[in-house]
């Protein structure tokens, strides 16, 4: 089960100061990482509101036809939130938020509770979504204590982001979220400066696991993932995927956590999910937009195949 946001995304090649042309795509953490992990076979639920709007219902209907399962993508007061994504002079991706009031900003603990949580074996929540508003950030807490307590997996992403939230607040979700967590996925130095003070990786890890969090998967882009867990044991390294080529990085960790948290609820072992999560990102830079590539388990064992020379991952 993933909770957060979807975006309907306008994209376009040129500065936004200048663009007429947009192209129409649907994105956000949320949606890019239910999508990611359905395309795994996992049979995922993206809990969530969209307006009472023409593009509340197209993304419903992209989320299904992505495998999502959306019988808790509810239409809701307020409008669909969405985005604005273009080149700035300098030729990077410049983002412009429309969610202030959105729908899904209204989510609180009565709307995921509508949810199986119960049933949940696991929960992928993000800082993103809890930075939304308060109301949303009780709906992440409710939603990991009682996936936790009924004895299913949370993953929790910080995924921090400086237009929605302050480090402080940020960082207080974490620390309450972290004890319910088998796996947090922080990013270096990204969301680990802000939210732990540190862009040391292996200090990220102790940090985490001294919040609570059983294990952890420190993101470092092209010098792959430190996983860490409770226990005497090092952290070691994951590596990279090198990626076929690079048209939009837009959605890479979404995917990363989507892929994480269904392989987990398929049973493989921490590492091996850890494995196929950077697999799946390292195809997901290879599309537009965050939902523009997405991984199938043939591209995953097949880029595992290529890094380890061995047989792969099991199916």
């Known amino acids: 089960m993933v909770i957060g946001e979807p975006l309907v995304e306008f994209s376009a090649s040129a500065p936004l100061t200048d663009a007429d042309i947009f ?3 649907f994105s956000g953490d949320a949606l890019n990482a239910a999508v990611a992990a359905a395309a795994t ?7 969530t509101l969209v307006g009472e709007d023409e593009f509340g219902e197209r993304l419903i209907r992209f989320a299904a036809a992505h495998g999502v399962d959306t019988r808790w993508m509810l239409r809701g007061t307020g409008s669909t939130g969405a985005y604005a994504v273009g080149a700035d ?3 990077e991706r410049a983002f412009g938020y429309m969610r202030a ?3 899904a900003s209204r989510m609180g603990p009565s709307d995921v509770a509508s949810a199986p949580l119960a049933e949940t074996s696991v929960l992928l929540v993000s800082g993103v979504t809890a930075a939304l508003s308060d109301s949303c950030a009780h709906a992440v807490r409710h939603a990991a204590e009682t996936v936790h307590a009924a004895g299913g997996k949370v993953v929790y992403d910080p995924n921090f982001r400086s237009r929605l939230t302050t480090p402080k607040a940020a960082a207080r979700v974490l620390a309450d979220v972290a004890p319910h967590a088998a796996l ?9 400066l802000p939210l732990l003070g ?10 985490c696991l001294g919040l609570g ?12 993932v430190l996983l860490g867990e409770a226990g005497d044991a090092p952290p070691s390294r994951v590596p990279a ?14 995917a990363f956590a989507g892929t994480v948290a269904a392989r987990l609820a398929a049973g493989d072992p921490l590492r091996e999910a850890v494995r196929a999560g950077t697999a799946a990102a390292a195809v997901s830079l290879e599309g537009q937009g965050g939902t523009g590539r997405v991984a199938t388990p043939e591209d995953i064992r097949r880029l595992l195949d290529d890094l380890s020379g061995t047989a792969g991952l099991a199916p």
Do not use: K
Request: with cysteine; charged share 15%; net charge negative.
């Open 23 to 25: 192209h129409l795509s």
């Open 41 to 47: 076979g996992a049979h995922v639920a993206l809990v």
């Open 89 to 91: 002079p300098s030729g």
């Open 101 to 103: 009031c959105s729908a």
């Open 184 to 192: 947090v996925t922080p990013s270096c130095p990204g969301d680990s």
């Open 198 to 207: 540190t862009g040391e990786p292996g200090e990220t890890v102790q940090a």
């Open 213 to 224: 969090a059983r294990a952890v998967a420190v993101t470092l882009g092209p010098e792959g």
């Open 241 to 254: 995927v090198p990626a076929r080529s690079i048209v939009d990085q837009t959605g890479a960790g979404d």
